[in-house]
């Protein structure tokens, strides 16, 4: 049971990214999936989450510029990440319950200014 996510890098400020996030070793499509992001010295928190039956929340510092959605025949999630900003930089991570908690390896994005 796992996820690998993917998709993380170097942007100018204004600019976009999307984020993949694959699962395996579970049924992908009955499972919630969540964004977080880790910044360095805080704590992480939850960016974007889609349930199963294709509902989703976000932050409210991303509102309006990130989109959470996922392709169950490829058993993967996205985050669409548009207007970045230099505060969005972080380690991002997805994760779901299938059983257990699933985090995945995390994905650099760094935004300069």
């Known amino acids: 049971v796992q996820l690998q996510a993917s998709g993380g890098g170097l942007v100018q400020a204004g600019g976009s990214l999307r984020l993949s996030c694959v699962g395996s070793?579970?049924?992908?499509?009955?499972?919630?999936v969540g964004w977080y992001r880790q910044a360095p010295g805080k704590q992480r928190e939850l960016v974007a989450r889609?349930?199963?039956?294709?509902?989703?929340d976000y932050a409210d510092p991303v509102q309006g510029r990130f989109t959470i959605s996922r392709d169950n025949a490829k058993n993967t999630a996205y985050l669409q990440m548009n207007r970045l900003q230099p505060e969005d930089t972080a380690v991002y991570y997805c994760?779901?319950?299938?059983?257990?908690?699933?985090w995945g390896q995390g994905t650099l994005v760094t935004v300069s200014s």
């Open positions: 070793g579970f049924i992908f499509s009955t499972t919630d």
């Open positions: 889609i349930t199963s039956g294709l509902r989703t």
């Open positions: 994760n779901t319950w299938a059983g257990t908690w699933v």
